[in-house]
């Protein structure tokens, strides 16, 4: 069964660094989302993404972050200058196409850990 | 005000028993969502089951069902004959319908632990 990809599994970086987190979605979906989960805590939507530009973003989602599909396969989240509370687990999910039925499909996540 | 509420921070139960996860959701959107997602302590999302709000019948797959009552606003995953591997957090989220509603909202989740 197709899957999203991400990778790394797990990056540490120095706070003030930028950071890329890869996914590579779904081949014949449309729609890609990030999500974050602080650890412990519930999954929160950062942003949504959808012929080539952003569809949807949260608060969280501010000047520091940033999406790019740079082909037509890789999706990234960068975040360029971490802080502290950035260090969560970051998902990946991508749907075939709206309405709501379509279940997002996630990836196993990227642990992020900021020193 | 929470759109989705999981009122069970954990819950233990026997092998083969069966077992109820509840999710409440709050939303004035006739067209709306409901998804359950399965979090293993190793830490990726598993899709398990989707309700739509007009959906007539309670959906089904598998070992898993939804007790969809819309007009309480419940989403109860039932997981039949509970097995080991049943034991992770479960994450009830809604998307609401509609132009530029494309997030899953999720629910703060349950964890469930499966005892032999």
């Known amino acids: 069964e197709p899957e999203v990809t991400q990778t790394p599994s797990h990056q540490v970086t120095q706070m003030g660094q930028e950071v890329i987190l890869r996914c590579v979605p779904i081949?014949?979906?449309?729609?890609f989302y990030w999500y974050r989960q602080i650890l412990g805590q519930k999954v929160e939507f950062l942003v949504s993404?959808?012929?080539?530009?952003?569809?949807?973003k949260s608060e969280i989602f501010d000047d520091q972050f940033s999406v790019e599909r740079p082909d037509g396969s890789n999706f990234t989240l960068k975040i360029r200058s971490t802080k502290l509370e950035d260090s969560a687990m970051y998902f990946c999910?991508?749907?075939?196409?709206?309405?709501?039925?379509?279940?997002?499909?996630f990836g196993d996540g990227t642990r992020l850990s900021i020193l | 005000a929470q759109k989705i509420t999981q009122t069970q921070p954990g819950m233990f139960v026997q092998e083969k028993e069966a077992v109820t996860l509840d999710c409440t959701y709050d939303?004035?959107?006739?067209?709306?969502?409901l998804f359950w997602y399965k979090q293993p302590s190793s830490g990726e999302m598993i899709f398990l089951i989707y309700?739509?709000?007009?959906?007539?019948q309670n959906a089904t797959e598998g070992r898993y069902s939804l007790n969809f009552q819309k007009a309480r606003k419940s989403a109860n995953l039932v997981i039949s004959a509970s097995q080991l591997g049943d034991s992770a957090m479960y994450f009830c989220?809604?998307?609401?319908?509609?132009?530029?509603?494309?997030?899953?909202?999720f629910g703060t989740g349950t964890r469930l632990t499966i005892i032999p």
């Open positions: 999910a991508s749907s075939e196409l709206l309405p709501g039925n379509q279940p997002q499909h």
């Open positions: 081949s014949n979906h449309l729609y």
């Open positions: 993404f959808y012929n080539n530009e952003i569809s949807e």
């Open positions: 939303t004035s959107d006739p067209s709306y969502g």
């Open positions: 309700q739509g709000s007009y959906d007539q």
């Open positions: 989220a809604m998307r609401e319908v509609g132009f530029g509603n494309e997030k899953l909202t």
